[in-house]
């Protein structure tokens, strides 16, 4: 019975040696969900005031871009301390380091496809831009010669059809981009929540 005892508090004391107990590594993985439910509360947000957003000029479009790519740096640091902890030996979790990292990647590839989606949404099709008359010479008060006034060709209405193509091309690639990072990230999230699960029942 002694011999078993000892067998036993061995194997306990090389599980601790070999890797940090369950509750850091719950502790840690449980903070990485928090971060991710504020990232995914600050693009709720972003949708939210879409509406408003269309209606403030492109700096307010800007400095809202800035806002969310700031809140990213922010968690981006406390994730990449979290990687550099399972990556240690104290943790030795290069799975848990890795599937962080790949959050990470598709957290910076969402945000920088949601700039996209926004920046054309706020410029909007080439043929349904609002065209300013400051360059106009005015003769009389109630009227002017517009520069923007010339014949439609053919040739015109193909480059406006191309351009709008191009626009609309652009703005479904990053749609889908998006739509593909945020399942990625939700699949990485149930392994992670997996983790957490056993982790608990241990």
Not at 36 to 46: C, P
Not at 121 to 141: D, M, T, V
Not at 158 to 163: S, Y
Request: hydrophobic letters at 35%; a negative charge; aromatic letters at 6%.
């Amino acid at each position: 019975m002694e011999d078993f005892e000892k067998k036993v508090k061995i194997t306990d004391a090389m599980d601790v040696e070999n890797g940090a107990d369950s509750s850091k590594t719950l502790h840690l993985l449980r903070k990485f969900l928090q971060i991710q439910q504020r990232r995914a509360q600050a693009y709720a947000n972003l949708r939210r005031y879409e509406e408003l957003w269309k209606s403030i000029p492109s700096s307010g479009a800007l400095q809202t871009i800035w806002f969310l790519e700031e809140s990213q740096l922010t968690n981006s640091f406390a994730v990449l301390e979290m990687e550099s902890l399972f990556l240690s030996p104290e943790y030795g979790r290069d799975d848990l380091a890795h599937l962080l990292r790949s959050v990470q990647n598709q957290e910076k590839q969402k945000l920088h496809l949601t700039a996209t989606i926004q920046l054309l949404k706020k410029a909007g099709r080439p043929s349904e831009r609002l065209i300013s008359h400051e360059k106009c010479k005015f003769k009389k008060p109630e009227g002017h010669e517009c520069v923007h006034v010339h014949e439609i060709t053919e040739a015109a209405g193909t480059e406006e059809a191309e351009a709008d193509a191009e626009y609309d091309n652009a703005l479904n690639q990053a749609i889908r981009g998006v739509q593909d990072s945020v399942t990625t990230i939700n699949d990485h999230l149930e392994e992670i929540k997996y983790e957490i699960a056993a982790l608990e029942a241990e």
